[in-house]
């Protein structure tokens, strides 16, 4: 269960939010390096939240950077692609070819499934309502 102190220090970063959903207490996020075909170096370290907002999207993934000034943040979105592999877990946007691949190494196996299985849900969820709320073609009028 995640502490009145992490909820504060989050609402200091970004005051919509509401909820930590869930958390890992110890990360290091790696991007994919496309040149070299490997993950390149870490570009994160710190407790990992997914956190509920009152406004933008409705669900976001915060790292707390204690490596960098800079936190990572990214709002979950329609198209994106959750997997583990080892003590990772792995994402990319299934919709933006350009779009970089993220891992996510995690120190406690158990907070990462835990995460895992609430980012799946959540995209589910999302990529439900998205093809909901997506027009549907219209049929062309026949001469």
């Given at each position: ?89 792995l994402f990319q946007r299934t919709d933006d ?47």
């Open positions: 269960m995640a502490s009145t102190s992490s909820l504060n220090s989050l609402q200091s970063i970004d005051a919509t939010i509401t909820t930590i959903l869930c958390q890992i207490s110890s990360t290091a996020l790696y991007p994919f390096d496309t040149q070299r075909n490997c993950w390149g170096a870490v570009t994160g370290q710190g407790p990992l939240f997914l956190v509920q907002r009152r406004a933008h999207e409705p669900l976001c993934l915060i790292q707390l950077n204690q490596k960098h000034p800079t936190n990572f943040e990214m709002d979950l979105a329609p198209g994106i692609m959750w997997d583990k592999q080892d003590t990772c877990i070819p350009y779009a970089p691949s993220f891992c996510i190494w995690a120190a406690d196996v158990l907070e990462r499934d835990d995460m895992l299985e609430h980012l799946v849900q959540a995209q589910r969820q999302l990529n439900t309502a998205h093809k909901q709320t997506k027009p549907q073609p219209q049929p062309q009028p026949r001469p």
